[in-house]
């Protein structure tokens, strides 16, 4: 296992870009019988709602650049059935769009995930296997293999589906030290580091009179920096703000 695992991160860390790492991992998916990639991240699954956040990064591989803007834009991918299950499951499915097909996704295909069938049967996308994939302080991924024209069956083969796994998990791996800022940064509103540091204080406990010494700021600069980040995140008072900067995690350093 060690060293087929060092074999697959070879592949992966001889690439020096994003881009050139994920055309590797496609080449590897094609070799297991896939057509199309779908890979996805956001550092936070859900939005303060419970709703599944649009994923700060989305890269595709033989698949028209449309989806981006139905899942990004429009918000498909809130309603996708597989991130759905994605998002609450650290185990590998197959699934399908066909309704006389069980697969997991199976009772989630209503009327409220319609679009999202309607369009990816209209590509011939209705097959294939996702690989979820939680980090450690939040941050979710799913790889994504799709075969082309599969609407009567489903990968259930354990055997690919594990080495396809273990493919993902390495490529997860060695892709994330490639990301950009944008991609590690949840789609919320941006708050200036001064916001940010206000806030920081404010979790721990210290009054705006308090925070004022501490940054060497005015009391009423410190207020205006703590309204306008509230007003930004729609929180009604400094806690909720605390609280939903937290969720977000812009309180990170």
């Known amino acids: 296992m060690l060293d087929e695992i060092t074999t697959i991160r070879r592949r992966f860390t ?11 991992a496609f080449t590897a998916l094609s070799g297991l019988g896939y057509d199309a990639l779908v890979y996805d991240y956001t550092p936070i699954p859900y939005d303060l709602d419970g709703a599944i956040m649009i994923p700060s990064m989305l890269k595709l591989r033989n698949i028209d650049d449309d989806m981006r803007d139905y899942w990004c834009d429009r918000g498909y991918f809130r309603i996708d059935p597989v991130q759905i299950v994605a998002a609450r499951s650290s185990t590998p499915f197959a699934w399908s769009y066909n309704k006389a097909i069980d697969t997991e996704i199976g009772a989630l295909l209503d009327e409220t995930t319609e679009p999202v069938a309607r369009y990816l049967r209209e590509r011939d996308l ?25 609407d009567e069956m489903v990968d259930r083969d354990a055997g ?38 206000c806030l920081r204080h404010s979790a721990h406990g210290l009054s705006a ?18 309204t306008a980040a509230a007003r930004k995140l729609g929180a009604r008072n400094r806690t909720q703000a605390v609280v939903r900067a937290a969720h977000f995690r812009l309180l990170d350093n």
């Open 126 to 150: 209705t097959s294939g296997v996702t690989i979820p994939i939680h980090m450690p302080r939040g941050g979710y991924a799913t790889v994504t293999g799709i075969r082309l024209g599969a």
């Open 160 to 197: 690919t589906i594990a080495r396809f796994s273990l493919l993902a998990h390495v490529f997860h791996d060695t892709a994330y030290a490639l990301y950009d800022r944008s991609a590690l940064s949840p789609l919320v509103p941006s708050l200036t580091e001064r916001e940010r540091e």
């Open 14 to 24: 001889r690439h020096g870009t994003l881009d050139e790492c994920i055309d590797e």
């Open 209 to 226: 009179k308090e925070i004022s010494r501490v940054i060497g700021r005015s009391i009423p600069t410190v207020v205006m920096h703590l």
